[in-house]
């Protein structure tokens, strides 16, 4: 053999490997010989092959140490015992076969073969035809497989259906101390998924129920250990299945996801359908804006040293083709991963999320199919601790019950319309503002932690609901300030001329006016038709753009809601009538500076401009309309107020009511001296309270 070229070895029967990489990915040492298969065979390998109704009559034999095979590339003319093979002398390392000594030379006489390494057999004995540690072996592979079974663990109403870290442990029968990692799969209904896991982790055994009828038999998501691989293997219902609930159903499978370490997306299609990366995607975005703060907290919890939520799972794309080649196959100079990204990218989704994206494809000409390569790829993501670490049983559960009492309850059916895999309303509490409509942004179930509804947007007032004291704490401010001030200018102003009431209005206007207005100091002409104003003219304002304009100019009216006008129409210009379309950056300004309780200083406003500008001298009738505009719903009416409410004197032109901020009651002025802040009512900033009130400051 050396005058030929080749480099030849001793010792290689030291360890035979299994040669069908079935069940073990080719790794294992074998312990089995197949006269039938014509291959060495491990543990897992040769009970799953042989399992088959076909292949369970095969004469095998088990191997000892020494044992030498049979010779690969023998034909064999049937006149000789085993079909005329022969026993191997030398294995080709760079072809991975066996051969005998003329296989050898006929095989590996040319020149690109001449130079392959060998190795030599150390004997050519026949095997024995028992072997103790085999038969150890083999009797605690099926000892352990035997006592696996599956288990309910969340139903399709995503209610628990395992009590606590005992039961789970108890159900998985694994030691409580011990460290396991979870491998979840996904997929379409109908294309395999719990026949995958049972091939892949428990050499072919049904521990996960398969139905060749038309019915799904996985409901809910079911749960088994792997005591090889030292794995909670988690298995899921399908996609597109016929059933209720649906939108529970889905956010049930990005729990699962969240608490995996490696998910196996299943799917039997020809070529890799768009609604794979959809889903992906959309798992992804919602993994990162809705699992990670609960994630987090769980880990806090159960003092992990390496966090959940750093990132999510790896993911193994099994793709299984009949017609069809692989991914990747007539492109050599790609990786599949590659092109998968390529993929995402042109459907504009970023899975980030997930800590790694893998495919693996077995293309399927006669079954059975191939699970080898799968089980490769899953043992080498298994070893790598680097980003996801293997944790207790008790861990597990924590994260997953964290997550069922945080994401729970019924799902509304209009929003199974959208265009997502995930939506937010699939995970944000369903409470919607009467008011104004918003829906509240944080996670479900938050009142159970204390933590109050918080709308997605600023809320607007409505009169229907008397929400002002939630949202009219700017307003409320100036109200406050603008009352003062008529309360002080009313002593003199009816005596005032009409050039004087019109400087106060002009004032009162401005001091009010929304952040939108256009000062009435700087409109000096019509911004429409460019009439220039006189000192006497009424400066109208467009309540829709904020600009002046003469009568003629802002004529007619229409709802104005997005700057805070509430439904009724209001004054506006003629572009803003015919426009009515209100650009972003004002809708912005709007939300941002007026939707904060402006309306009621608006509705003083207009109280103020239409009375002073007609009645001039008779400043009571004004002014009470000013107060009775800006009254909180607490306040006691000024018409039924006839004394002080401490010291119970009437009320008279000389002596003025005033309202205590805190109890809404009608006082004198030297019954309510003290200026505190009443946040209670929504006041954060120093005002009236009358001397009960502020002997008791704490409660206020």
Known sequence: MNSQGSSVEKGVNGVLVCQESYACGGSDEAAFECDECGSLQCIRCELALHRQERMRNHDRIRISPSHVPYCDSCKGDGGVANGGRLRAVVRCQGCKINLCLDCQKRTHSGVSKRKHPLTAYLSSKPAEKNCSTGDEQLDALK?????????????????????????????????PEELLKVVSIFGNTGEGKSHTLNHTFFLGREVFKTSPTQESCTVGVWGALDPLHKVVVVDTEGFLGAGTNQGQRTR?????????????????????????????????????????????????????????????????????????KLLGSDKPSESAERLLQERFRKLGLFPEAFSSIQYRGTRTHNPPTDFS???????????????????????????????????????????????????????????????????????????????????????????????????????????????????YMAQSVSELSVKPAKAITAWLTDQIAPVYWKPNSLIIRCKNCGEEFQDNDTKPHCRAC?????????????????????????????????????????????????????????KVGEA???????????????????????????????????????????FNARLSIHH??????????????????????????????????SQKSEEL
């Open 373 to 487: 390569g799968l089980l490769r790829s899953v043992e080498q993501q298994l070893d790598n601790n680097t980003t996801r670490s293997p944790r207790s049983a008790g861990v597990i559960y924590k994260a997953l019950q964290a997550l069922s009492e945080c994401f729970s309850g019924e799902i509304p059916d209009e929003h199974l319309a959208s265009n997502s895999f995930f939506p937010d309303e699939y995970f944000t509490c369903s409470s919607i503002c009467l008011s104004c409509g918003s829906g509240c942004k944080n996670s479900m179930n938050h009142l159970r932690e204390g933590v109050a509804h918080e709308a997605k947007h600023r809320c607007r007032y409505s009169a229907h609901y008397d929400n002002r004291i939630y949202t009219c704490k700017v307003g409320r401010k100036q109200c406050s300030t603008l009352l003062d001030g008529v309360n």
């Open 608 to 650: 103020v401009q239409n009375t002073l500008g007609a009645v001039v001298t008779a400043i009571d009738i004004p002014f009470g309309l000013v107060k009775d505009a800006a009254r909180p719903a607490y306040w006691v009416p000024d018409q039924d107020i006839h004394c002080c409410h401490q010291c119970q004197r009437e």
């Open 252 to 324: 049930l499978l990005l729990k699962v996801l969240a608490v995996s370490d490696l998910v196996i997306y299943r799917t039997h299609a020809d070529r890799l359908h768009d609604d794979l990366f959809k889903f992906l995607g959309d798992a992804s975005d919602a993994y990162l804006k809705h699992f990670t703060k609960e994630l987090k907290a769980t880990t806090a919890r159960c003092g992990l040293d390496v966090p959940l939520s750093t990132l999510g799972p790896a993911v193994i794309i099994f793709h299984e083709t009949v017609h069809t």
């Open 660 to 693: 205590c901020r805190a109890c809404g009651q009608g006082v004198c002025n030297d019954c309510s001296p003290d200026r505190l802040a009443v946040p209670s009512r929504g006041w954060d900033h120093p005002v009236r309270v009358c001397i009960t009130c």
């Open 143 to 175: 000892a352990k497989l035997e006592q696996v079974t599956s288990f309910l663990l969340v139903d399709e109403k995503e209610d628990m259906q395992v009590k606590d870290e005992e039961e789970f442990v108890r159900k998985l029968g694994c030691r």
């Open 546 to 602: 904020g600009e002046g304009f003469c009568d003629g100019c802002s004529s007619k009216t229409r709802p104005v809601p997005e700057r805070g006008w509430g439904l009724a129409p209001v004054r506006v210009c003629d572009a803003c009538f015919q426009n009515r379309g209100i650009p972003e950056e004002l809708l912005d300004a709007a939300l941002e500076e007026d939707q904060g309780g402006t309306l009621i200083a608006r």
